[in-house]
């Protein structure tokens, strides 16, 4: 994990799960979409592979009574420790290409913004492959090519140069053996324009860690010139979920 992306989360840790305190819809929504997708059982042995705060984590476990433990799966401590220490989570301070490639065997594995951070993504799919049982469901869930956020300009263009596009993952899934299937899920956001400006100063997303706190200020000025009609901003959220079957 590069060090300045570490970083980042380290510091975002203690607010990133309230950025979304006001959006438990939007959690339950997208929660029941991967359980949906996943094809999640009470019997599942369930991965959490970049799982953050586990905030997802958390919005499945509301919602399905599992047997085992989440394992929850981040590098960076911090955020891991907004996980409950309960009986349902087992938080592991680890990078995913590591844990990819160290034995151990799981139903279900979930990848939720997180594989933008991956370098070597066939080194990951192809241990996470062999991680999963017969029949084992990898679902990973990413933004599309391009996005409607109200973000400045540069922001968008340098978004659309950097994010990975899931039709090479794709190619890499049917190259490992997976059978493989792209649905595509869609939320309409609707945020008071103070929060989501307040979020973009924050540096909500990794991508606006790319941005100096200068180039940040210009960006939040290009905003608030763009949007100085509105109170609220409205917006369509869409994820790819990509499905990989074993
Ligand atoms: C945008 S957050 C997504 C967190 C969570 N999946 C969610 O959707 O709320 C990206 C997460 O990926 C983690 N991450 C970054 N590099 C990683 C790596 N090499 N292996 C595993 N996780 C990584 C970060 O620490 C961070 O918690």
Partial sequence: MKYSIQEHYQKLARQYDDFWGNSSDFIEFLSKKIIENLQLKSTDNLVD??????????????????????????????????????????????????????????????????IHHIDDKERLLQGLFDRLNEQGILLIILLPPTIEYPLFQQALSVYESVQPNYNDLVNIFEKIGFKTKVNFVEYAVSIPKE????????????????????????????????????????????????????
């Avoid at 997802?56 to 409950?84: H, R, T």
């Avoid at 109170?231 to 869409?238: A, M, V």
């Fill in 195 to 246: 929060n989501y400006f307040n979020m973009v100063k924050n540096r909500y997303m990794s991508l606006l860690s790319r941005f100096n706190d200068q180039e940040l200020k210009q960006g939040l000025i290009e905003m608030t010139e763009k949007y100085a009609s509105l109170s609220n901003l409205e917006f369509c959220d869409r994820f790819v979920f990509l499905l990989g079957q074993k």
């Fill in 49 to 114: 592979l970049g799982c953050g705060t586990g905030i997802f984590s958390k919005g499945i476990a509301s919602q399905i009574k599992l047997e085992n433990k989440i394992i929850c799966v981040d590098p960076s401590d911090k955020m891991l420790s907004k996980i409950p220490k309960n009986s349902s989570y087992q938080p592991l301070v680890q990078d995913a290409v590591e844990f990819a490639n160290e034995p151990g065997k799981y139903d279900k594995i979930l990848i939720k913004e997180m």
